[in-house]
């Protein structure tokens, strides 16, 4: 993690532990909105579920930060608690969060979310291929998905993710490596997505290319 980002962080914490929770929650959202509906996004898998989590994330963060105490960085504390968030979102299907109980200048600190291109007739072959990934990968068991998500898409180190799931490196990296031979396992069978049957399958070729 970058010094600026520490810095950052540490300045969040001493805004809202003096009680000025307006400003340490816009700087809160500046620093890390867009790494939240990211994580969200690809873990749950579409930009509705994602904005259902990232609101509920947001919500619990809101609630929490004034009293956290330090027991670990606010980094490693924000990624644990959206990525138990989003596992629990993922296995209640979509059940409804709580309504931002904020004032009206909290919620105008919320950032626009822009919708992610979904639809795979107007997507370039480069987009397609990441979108059909990001599809294979929620097939992954939640041990597996979560250290692919952290480390291959959202690039967060080994001893990072080991912080975030209360694990180890050694525990990390060998169910980083499971995960991704059960990925490449799920596409090299040839992977369909879920609605877009007619638009053809997903499959490594014999260089290991994504087809």
Request: with cysteine; hydrophobic share 40%.
């Amino acid at each position: 993690m970058a010094e600026q980002d520490i810095a950052v962080d540490r300045d969040i914490l001493d805004l809202y532990q003096s009680g000025q929770e307006e400003q340490a929650f816009k700087l809160f959202i500046n620093q890390y909105q867009a790494r939240l509906y990211s994580l969200a996004y690809r873990l749950l898998g579409n930009h509705d579920d994602a904005m259902d989590a990232l609101q509920e994330i947001l919500l619990q963060l809101h609630r929490s930060l004034k009293n956290f105490k330090g027991q670990s960085g606010l980094y490693t504390w924000v990624y644990r608690l959206s990525s138990n968030v989003c596992l629990n979102f993922r296995r209640k299907m979509r059940k409804p969060g709580g309504q931002l109980e904020w004032t009206e200048n909290l919620q105008q600190a919320v950032l626009p979310v822009e919708r992610p291109n979904e639809d795979p007739d107007t997507m370039c072959e480069t987009k397609y291929s990441q979108f059909l990934i990001q599809q294979a990968v929620l097939k992954l068991p939640d041990s597996q998905r979560v250290p692919v998500v952290l480390h291959d898409l959202e690039g967060l180190s080994l001893a990072e993710i080991a912080a975030v799931l209360d694990s180890n490196p050694n525990a990390i990296k060998a169910r980083l490596q499971r995960g991704r031979a059960a990925l490449r396992r799920i596409i090299s069978k040839g992977f369909v997505v879920k609605g877009m049957e007619g638009v053809g399958v997903f499959t490594v070729g014999h260089t290991g290319k994504l087809m």
